[in-house]
């Protein structure tokens, strides 16, 4: 597959781990979703909380155990994000590009990565505004960006 912004095609992906639960896995349904939310509650990602449990615990695939992805388990249990995390994560460095561009006006190459950063928010957006994830009526407010990672 292409690259968003660039000519190059890319290399592929990594493998997934097996989806098989293994007879000697040592956590149970319950005991990971108590993993996930006391990690959720320390204020850890749902991308943070997946390595930690991968690294820390040996556990491979959360869905394999649990059936549900980590956002449903943080949604069941009231502690998801208004966002979803890339868009967050996008907003982040579209915050420290600006920050950059105050100090060197006339730096033209983070003129550049500001131009395709925000594209690439616009293009979540637009995906998680049409499968509902986010409001409809939901804007990106250029001004307040700091309000958004908060």
């Known amino acids: 597959m292409g690259r968003m912004h660039s000519p190059g095609k890319g290399k592929s992906g990594s493998k997934k781990p097996i989806k098989k639960i293994p007879s000697w896995a040592p956590y149970k349904e319950s005991e990971v979703e108590k993993l996930v939310v006391k990690y959720a509650k320390a204020g850890k990602?749902?991308?943070?909380?997946?390595?930690?449990?991968?690294?820390?615990?040996?556990?491979?695939?959360i869905k394999?155990?649990?059936g549900k992805k980590i956002t449903a388990l943080l949604e069941e249990?009231?502690?998801?994000?208004?966002?979803?995390?890339?868009?967050?994560?996008?907003?982040?460095?579209?915050?420290?590009?600006k920050q950059h561009l105050e100090k060197n006006k006339h730096d033209e190459s983070a003129n550049r990565g500001l131009i395709l950063t925000t594209s690439k928010i616009n293009r979540l957006l637009r995906y998680y505004k049409k499968t509902g994830r986010i409001d409809r009526?939901?804007?990106?407010d250029l001004d307040r960006l700091k309000m958004y990672v908060e």
Do not use: C, F
């Open 45 to 61: 990602t749902t991308s943070e909380i997946g390595l930690v449990l991968r690294d820390a615990y040996g556990i491979n695939s």
């Open 64 to 66: 394999a155990l649990t």
């Open 77 to 97: 249990n009231n502690l998801g994000s208004k966002l979803p995390e890339d868009v967050t994560a996008l907003i982040k460095k579209l915050i420290a590009i």
């Open 137 to 140: 009526a939901w804007k990106l």
